[in-house]
């Protein structure tokens, strides 16, 4: 297992255990500094937060749902939550997923005019080329509708390159970092969800899906796709629909049923085939896809418990989302927030802490296709978002934390605009000041599971996480594998996490709440794809 050396381990646990002096708290966000030693110590002395990654990834990775990997991920968690004597672990269902998915063969190899081997991923939800298929590829970039007069009638039988070749620049800039104090300022003022509104954009996504619905209608035999990133990093999702019984999706971004094959491939050699294209020279492929897909696959979640004691009846939840995409074992999105949450109840169990709210665990599937497990569960359990029609357990629901944005170290806390918990965070915040927690900010954060219960009025919250190389190179990647995650960051955030529900489960009152939000319509599912290529 790649775990810090044992002098770093040392150094880790010295500084962590090395507590700050007692501030007045306010009243309700008092800290419990017996639990927080005895957190810290079985998460940073004992911890089991990568072998269980590892197993995530290596053994059972990855795991896109309505696969056969997550279901085989999944059993073995439940097997795991067992034998830490962690109460109830089981799968619940939460209705009909649609089509799984699985790639069993990929190969690319250009023929002519030199052999040469290419990096590429099959998009999910696109079949297969049945057998291998040696065919001319085309250069046929379509950037506007006047292009699919050029191309009609010519593309038949084809290996197609329909997007322009991009310029795959020098980075000068270092993939991985850590955010510096003065940008840990700029989150408490800037509005993350800004970031995510930007990344998509309607139009560039429904002409995405119409040049698809132009090449599978021409009868071309696979589509070529220059994957985001560069260095033989590409970014990969899906090109057809998982649910093809399910409702348009009303926000536009939904794909087709009927595709042709579809593969993303690396931007050097995409760029590669262009450029001899261009220079009138012949270029065959030899391409060979195997996709597998089945029918009615069902959604489920995994769920535990750790009973209360004198408010069992109240309940404190921490989860991440267990599936992933399929280009690598789904390491840092999101093995990394779920290995986490499950070493944080491993950490509560084993240190013996009484808690007097229930600790409830729970990892959805789902998420990567528009918080699917996360929102069934909520309107099943708590409330329905589109009515606000609100359930008993509404009224005795403490808190939901969650994990979501790779393997980057907690460096606080999101609270979504609840100004109510600012102080008693800021109290809890105290021990883990030399870990490098210290911002708290009020605006939102988009994209994950803690939207399902903020959506209804209950209090949902995302850690800030050091980026690293999140976005740069391994989310939703074709290199999200075992080997990006980083130890000491992976048991410090367990370590937190396990405090913050520790002291949520045992404080005399429930987290402050915002007012209930207004009926909403029904939810405008993020697109499954990212980037309108």
């Known amino acids: 297992m790649k775990l810090p050396a044992r002098a770093a381990l040392a150094a880790l646990l010295a500084a962590a255990?090395?507590?700050?002096?007692?501030?007045?708290?306010?009243?309700?966000?008092?800290?419990?500094?017996?639990?927080?030693?005895?957190?810290?110590?079985?998460?940073?002395?004992?911890?089991?937060?990568?072998?269980?990654?590892?197993?995530?990834?290596?053994?059972?990775?990855?795991?896109?749902?309505?696969?056969?990997?997550?279901?085989?991920?999944?059993?073995?968690?439940?097997?795991?939550?067992?034998?830490?004597?962690?109460?109830?672990?089981?799968?619940?269902?939460?209705?009909?997923?649609?089509?799984g998915f699985v790639n069993e063969r990929f190969s690319a190899q250009v023929l002519t005019p030199q052999p040469w081997s290419v990096i590429g991923v099959p998009k999910a939800w696109t079949p297969g080329t049945n057998g291998?298929?040696?065919?001319?590829?085309?250069?046929?970039?379509?950037?506007?509708?006047?292009?699919?007069?050029?191309?009609?009638?010519?593309?038949?039988?084809?290996?197609v390159l329909p997007v322009p070749a991009r310029e795959a620049k020098a980075s000068f800039d270092p993939l991985a970092r850590r955010f510096s104090a003065t940008e840990l300022s700029e989150i408490e003022r800037i509005d993350p969800a800004e970031r995510e509104r930007r990344r998509y954009n309607r139009a560039q996504f429904q002409f995405m899906v119409k040049r698809l619905e132009f090449l599978t209608s021409?009868?071309?035999?696979?589509?070529?796709?220059?994957?985001?990133?560069?260095?033989?990093?590409?970014?990969?999702?899906?090109?057809g629909a998982f649910n093809p019984k399910a409702p348009p999706n009303p926000s536009g971004y939904s794909y087709p049923v009927n595709v042709a094959p579809q593969v993303v491939v690396a931007l050097e050699h995409y760029g590669r085939m262009v450029r001899?294209?261009?220079?009138?020279?012949?270029?065959?492929?030899?391409?060979?896809?195997?996709?597998?897909?089945?029918d009615d696959e069902p959604g489920f979640n995994i769920l535990a418990e750790l009973p209360g004691t004198d408010k069992a009846d109240e309940i404190v939840m921490l989860g991440a989302h267990f599936d992933s995409w399929h280009g690598a074992t789904g390491a840092t999105d999101n093995a990394a927030g779920s290995a986490v949450m499950l070493e944080a109840m491993r950490i509560l169990k084993a240190t013996g802490l009484t808690m007097r709210r229930t600790v409830r665990l729970a990892l959805w599937s789902g998420e990567e296709q528009g918080l699917l497990g996360s929102r069934a569960y909520v309107k099943q359990t708590f409330a329905d978002r589109e009515t606000m029609a609100l359930k008993p357990a509404h009224a005795r629901f403490a808190a939901y934390f969650n994990v979501d944005n790779g393997t980057g170290a907690i460096r606080g806390v999101y609270l979504q605009g609840n100004e109510g918990v600012a102080p008693i965070f800021a109290a809890w915040m105290k021990p883990f000041e030399n870990l490098g927690m210290t911002t708290l900010t009020l605006q939102n954060t988009t994209g994950t599971d803690h939207l399902s219960f903020d959506a209804v009025g209950l209090p949902g919250f995302q850690f800030i996480q050091d980026p690293m190389e999140y976005e740069t190179r391994t989310h939703h990647s074709n290199m999200d594998s075992y080997e990006r995650l980083q130890a000491g960051d992976m048991m410090k955030n367990a370590v937190i996490v396990a405090s913050f529900v520790y002291h949520t489960?045992?404080?005399?009152?429930?987290?402050?709440?915002k007012p209930l939000p207004k009926p909403q319509p029904p939810a405008r599912t993020r697109p499954v794809q990212t980037t309108a290529q």
Do not use: C
Request: aromatic share 8%; hydrophobic share 40%.
């Open 505 to 513: 489960a045992n404080r005399d009152e429930l987290l402050p709440r």
């Open 132 to 159: 291998p298929v040696t065919a001319d590829v085309v250069y046929a970039p379509i950037e506007s509708d006047k292009d699919f007069e050029t191309w009609k009638g010519k593309l038949e039988g084809k290996i």
């Open 218 to 239: 021409e009868g071309v035999a696979a589509i070529l796709e220059p994957g985001r990133g560069d260095g033989g990093t590409l970014f990969v999702q899906s090109g």
């Open 276 to 294: 001899t294209l261009q220079k009138n020279v012949p270029v065959t492929m030899e391409l060979n896809v195997r996709n597998t897909m089945t």
């Open 17 to 99: 255990i090395a507590l700050p002096a007692v501030a007045q708290a306010p009243a309700g966000a008092e800290v419990d500094y017996d639990a927080v030693y005895r957190i810290k110590d079985e998460g940073l002395q004992r911890s089991q937060v990568m072998d269980t990654a590892s197993y995530l990834t290596d053994v059972y990775g990855p795991r896109l749902t309505g696969s056969p990997q997550i279901k085989a991920a999944a059993e073995w968690t439940v097997r795991k939550l067992a034998e830490w004597s962690i109460g109830n672990p089981h799968l619940e269902t939460w209705g009909t997923f649609g089509r």
